[in-house]
């Protein structure tokens, strides 16, 4: 900490001799100004408004205490160190009434110097303090008062009972002017960490950008709402239009989000004529908002643009529900995906639906799971959440990618869930299924056979057969009918044709196919070998 000091004193030598002696001994004091009598020292005091005064008692023109009487009643509120030759009583008793602190005989001895200014300085140090705390705490006091009152206007905008007297008188308590043209809301979003520091970053960007940008309203009123969102309420005095005004929302939406480096949006109501319809305004923001999910994350989006949407119950031909239902039945998650990517993928194009039929076509999507498997209702809702069905869930996604992707998810879980109650875990069903397979290899064996035979889901069948077998179900199938078409060529006379049917083939033609891809010739071929080996 540095402390500015004034040498007052007629005699020159003296004077520079103390500067050296200051700066030397004392460092953090640092001597700006040297003045010869009291009427200079007054008049450059009042100039340099120094931390210190060390000046001289005797002097012409003005005496020293009768140039602190000057400087105390034009209100200076630096401190004095008296100097002088004569250790007398009068002039301490008039020192000390004056309020000065310490007093120094000449000549200056250095150990004294080195104290003197060190409590003095000290003192100064204290008083600095002190003062910064109380200006902080009267800060603190005036931004807590503000915070409130606006807790009060935010609690009152988001609530739906409060009346127009109430919110008028809150916007009065925050010295926001009840009588100006138009008034409007806007609602800024931003991705985030839910942190306290966060948020103050948050709102100091908007607050700079907005001291940048909003330089036409009468008055402005930035409220957090949470860690996320902020609220922008304006009041105008000057016939704005609505376009330009979104267009320099835009500007500040963009400036904010490069600030932050984060994604911003921003929801915009329409200019309301009275202070009390600030609320209706709040509400159409926050509704305009909702709409990010369709709109995208970095935009502006204006309650005017999405007020007047209908929906559009066209848009889903049914044959992409019923392509839907058909990969469900097959537990089919890719075929599932590509079924939901191209529904979204309308839906994008079009940018026609409201947010209301986007909700709803979401559940129906997630319903369409659900009637696959009315009897595992209960366990559908522990396996992925008791609020699945509700319009909630659905709205807090804040784009049309993350709601397409929970969708996905959703059915995909359905599916892993279906899969894992079809298949009992009382008996090894590959085993089991292998050793039916081996006996009945001759007969017709279709996938669907298996699943009726063990109660089990044919698509899980066939997933869960190649994974404990390496294989799948129809090469073992294929495999143990060659081998016994192989031995029967080997040790019987029979004919082609017979041995086709004893495997379980009805078509000639498809099993010598089958047999060559297998061994590497056809069934005839391999019998003329046999029988030459022989």
């Known amino acids: 900490m540095s402390y500015y000091v004034l040498i007052v004193d007629d005699e020159p030598g003296i004077a520079e001799g103390l ?38 008692i005797k002097m012409p023109e003005l005496e020293g205490i009768e140039m602190i009487e000057l400087l105390k009643e034009s209100g200076f509120l630096g401190r004095f160190i008296l100097l002088s030759g004569y250790a007398e009583f009068e002039y301490a008793k008039n020192a000390i009434r004056l309020g000065v602190e310490e007093y120094l005989t000449k000549p200056v001895e250095e150990e004294e110097l080195i104290e003197v200014f060190g409590r003095a300085c000290k003192s100064i140090k204290e008083e600095r303090e002190k003062l910064k705390m109380v200006q902080q705490l009267e800060g603190d006091l005036e931004h807590y008062s503000r915070h409130m009152k606006g807790y009060v206007l935010k609690d009152l905008l988001i609530g739906g009972d409060a009346g127009k007297k109430e919110i008028k008188e809150q916007l009065e308590n925050l010295n926001f002017p009840l009588s100006s043209k138009r008034y409007c809301c806007v609602l ?30 009468d008055a402005k009123l930035i409220l957090p709402l949470s860690a996320s969102e902020i609220i922008v309420i304006m009041a105008f005095g000057g016939d704005n239009n609505y376009r330009n005004f979104l267009n320099t929302m835009g500007k500040m939406r963009l400036e904010v989000s490069e600030k932050l480096k984060t994604c911003v949006s921003a929801g915009a109501g329409v200019f309301h004529y009275r202070c009390d319809q600030i609320r209706e305004s709040f509400e159409e ?55 939901i990517e191209e529904i979204f993928y309308k839906i994008e194009r079009e940018k026609k639906m409201s947010l209301e039929d986007l909700q709803l076509l979401s559940l129906n999507l997630i319903l369409t799971g659900i009637r696959k498997m009315p009897f595992m209702q209960f ?8 609020n699945i069905l509700s319009l909630e869930s659905i709205s807090k996604f804040k784009t049309i990618e993350q ?54 889901n044919p698509y899980y069948f066939s997933q869960l057969f190649k994974k404990r077998t390496g294989d799948t179900y129809q090469n073992y199938l294929t495999g143990i009918r060659i081998t016994r078409a192989r031995k029967l060529l080997e040790e019987t006379d029979l004919r082609i044709y017979e041995v086709c049917a004893m495997v379980g083939y009805t078509d000639t033609s498809h099993f010598n196919k089958v047999f060559k891809r297998i061994v590497g010739v056809k069934p005839s071929e391999y019998k003329r070998r046999i029988n030459h080996d022989l």
């Open 19 to 56: 500067k050296l002696l200051i700066e030397r001994f004392v460092p953090e004091c640092h001597v700006i100004g040297i003045a010869n009598d009291g009427k200079q020292g007054y008049e450059r005091a009042i100039s340099l408004q120094p931390d210190l005064i060390l000046t001289d």
């Open 188 to 217: 800024f979003e931003k991705i985030c960490e839910k942190t306290e520091e966060e948020q103050n970053v948050y709102q100091k960007a908007i607050e700079d950008v907005s001291e940048k940008y909003l330089d036409f309203c």
């Open 285 to 339: 923001a926050r509704c305009a908002l909702n709409y990010k999910v369709l709109k995208g994350l970095d935009c502006v989006i204006s309650y005017e643009e999405i007020r007047d949407l209908s929906g559009n119950p066209d848009l889903i031909d049914e044959n992409d529900v019923k392509q839907l239902e058909k990969c469900i039945d097959a537990m089919d998650d890719r075929g599932c995906r590509q079924v």
């Open 379 to 386: 366990q559908l809702n522990e396996y992925l959440g008791r």
């Open 403 to 456: 709601l397409k992707n929970w969708i996905i998810n959703t059915l995909k879980s359905m599916n892993e869930l279906m899969l894992k109650e079809s298949m009992p875990d009382r008996r090894d069903i590959v085993e089991e299924a292998k050793e039916y397979i081996k006996k009945n290899f001759n007969k017709e064996i279709s996938l669907n056979d298996i699943s009726v035979r063990f109660f089990i």
